[in-house]
């Protein structure tokens, strides 16, 4: 079977572990990268990728239907699958093959679980997110879209974990948390209790060093 195209948007860190990933699978095969923002390519390109300054000209030049969006930060990496299936792309999911993956899970488009990572009996991960080396998504969590999960990190079972939150290396999420949307949980903590949307914390126990500011009230 001949290997289909796929193009990888970003062209840092993140991407070129992302591409190895994929170079390693015999389904898909690399044709470009597309990087709009740096000027500096961190990505070893071999022959026959390029490095696009745009989607458009990526997939004029390549053709490819198949796109993977390699960026570390949450947001962007949310907003670009969100440009790449408006214009009509299919975003792969990027499943490492010394990972073990539950069969009652379900992992979301745009998902990078990487090396040695475990996600555990019905554990539901959104779209966009990255699991990253080592980390273990235990049974019954949910992560949610655009959530970053640390090398390392360990959700114990049951924790929800919102939308665009990063967890960081080596973090232990004790069972039943939850993880309030685009939170920041520092390296090495140990989160025992829940966090509100927007919050920072670390430390071990983890205490909350920033609080998002109240909500306004919506006007009648
Ligand atoms: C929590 C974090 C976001 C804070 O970053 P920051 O705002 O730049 O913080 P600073 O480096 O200025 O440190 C501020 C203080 O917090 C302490 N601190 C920072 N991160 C800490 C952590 N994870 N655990 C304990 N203390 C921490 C610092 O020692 C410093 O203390 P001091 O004021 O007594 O000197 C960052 O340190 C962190 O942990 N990032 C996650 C990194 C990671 O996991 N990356 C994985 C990439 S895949």
Sequence with gaps: MLATPVIIWGAGGHAKVISELIARSSNWCVVGFIDDIAPQRQVRV?????VFPSLESAIN???ARHIFVAIGNNDARLRL??????RQMTVITVIAPNSWISQSSTIGAGTAIMSGAVI????????????NTNAVVEHDCIVNDGVSIGPGAVLCGNVVVNKGAFIGAGCVVRERITVGQDCIIG????LVADVERQSIAYGV???VVVQAEPELEAAT
């Design 46 to 50: 071999f022959a026959g990728q390029t």
């Design 61 to 63: 030049e390549t053709r």
């Design 81 to 86: 699958i969100e440009n790449a299936i408006e």
């Design 120 to 131: 555990n009996a019905d554990a539901l991960i959104g779209t966009g997110v990255i699991v």
């Design 187 to 190: 390296c090495g903590a140990a």
């Design 205 to 207: 126990p983890a205490k």
